[in-house]
T-cell receptor, first 113, second 113 residues
Framework: GQSLEQPSEVTAVEGAIVQINCTYQTSGFYGLSWYQQHDGGAPTFLSYNGLDGLEETGRFSSFLSRSDSYGYLLLQELQMKDSASYFCAPRGGTTDSWGKFQFGAGTQVVVTP | NAGVTQTPKFRVLKTGQSMTLLCAQDMNHEYMYWYRQDPGMGLRLIHYSVGEGTTAKGEVPDGYNVSRLKKQNFLLGLESAAPSQTSVYFC????????????FGPGTRLTVL
């Protein structure tokens, strides 16, 4: 079957570091994407991990461990504008999983002054 | 480039009415998707298309139909709207068949009374 878990909410102060964990079970898995969505806005792509390890894009980094079916998004030097929902989205590559794109329920990150 | 655009932005329907949501993209992407997002939930795939003239069912297709007569356009139809279809609808497109990076439109907020 397929499953996906990420925390519902994380609160942190400006300048802090936040880690959003994502555990998944996806048939034909081949990679993990992350998206950001501000209230009332559209999701926007942040990063993709196709291989194990860390991918860094500015203040944001994403990590994947295929053997553990686990990934995380790391937000560093938090800014007020980082307050948003963050979705992990495992990608599957089989015919069966193609039509079953998964987006998690999202993690609401609240940044406080 | 406009990216992905959606028409209309807001709509209120009465139960039983029909309507069509239009999605257009100017990035020459082959793959297009329709999602719905309900409060506190992630994105759920309704239908998708892997190219002009082709469509397929996603996770929650019941009550919706789609058409992709032109590569740049993807239409979502509700033949007989129900209150359970009150949601925010997002269209997305991708250049890669795996959809690792999807580009989203601004969304359509639909209320069915």
């Amino acid at each position: 079957g397929q499953s996906l878990e990420q925390p519902s909410e994380v609160t942190a102060v400006e300048g802090a570091i936040v880690q959003i964990n994502c555990t998944y079970q996806t048939s034909g898995f081949y990679g993990l994407s992350w998206y950001q969505q501000h209230d009332g806005g559209a999701p926007t792509f942040l990063s993709y991990n196709g291989l194990d390890g860390l991918e860094e894009t500015g203040r944001f980094s994403s990590f994947l461990s295929r053997s553990d079916s686990y990934g995380y998004l790391l937000l560093q030097e938090l800014q007020m504008k980082d307050s948003a929902s963050y979705f992990c989205a495992p990608r599957g590559g089989t015919t069966d999983s193609w039509g079953k794109f998964q987006f998690g329920a999202g993690t609401q990150v609240v940044v406080t002054p | 480039n406009a990216g992905v655009t959606q028409t209309p932005k807001f709509r209120v329907l009465k139960t039983g009415q029909s309507m069509t949501l239009l999605c257009a993209q100017d990035m020459n992407h082959e793959y297009m998707y329709w999602y719905r997002q309900d409060p506190g939930m992630g994105l759920r795939l309704i239908h998708y298309s892997v190219g002009e003239g082709t469509t397929a069912k996603g996770e929650v297709p019941d009550g919706y139909n789609v058409s992709r007569l032109k590569k740049q356009n993807f239409l979502l139809g509700l033949e007989s709207a129900a209150p359970s279809q009150t949601s925010v609808y997002f269209c997305a497109s991708s250049y890669d068949y795996r959809g690792n990076e999807q580009f989203f439109g601004p969304g359509t907020r639909l209320t069915v009374l």
